[in-house]
């Protein structure tokens, strides 16, 4: 994904930190909204290049989120309940 961007031209780079412990350099970088929004949709894989297109992927996200905690709440109580599961009874 990350060859598809253009030459980022205008960047402020600042190092925040160094870490000699670990080997680990903090880089902060600036760059134009229009490349956030590019790189977003690289990462995601839909259009992102616009607030608009954000709001409403995120809005669906949420609503997905939403149905999947319900899920989720099922299945953890099924598992804690053995629903489903025949144990086998002595005597």
């Not at 760059?31 to 297109?53: H, K, Q, R, T």
């Not at 949420?62 to 149905?67: A, D, G, N, Q, V």
């Not at 999947?68 to 953890?76: E, P, S, T």
Request: hydrophobic share 35%; charged share 25%; glycine share 8%.
């Amino acid at each position: 994904m990350a060859s598809q961007w253009r030459a980022i031209i205008s960047v402020k780079c600042k190092v925040d930190g160094i870490n000699m412990a670990n080997g680990c350099v903090t880089v902060s970088m600036e760059v134009d909204d229009s490349y956030y929004y590019e790189m977003l949709s690289d990462l995601i894989g839909e259009n992102m290049l616009a607030n608009i297109n954000c709001y409403r992927y995120f809005s669906r996200w949420l609503k997905m989120r939403t149905e999947y905690v319900k899920v989720l709440h099922a299945v953890d109580s099924v598992r804690g309940k053995g629903y489903g599961v025949k144990q086998r009874r002595r005597g």
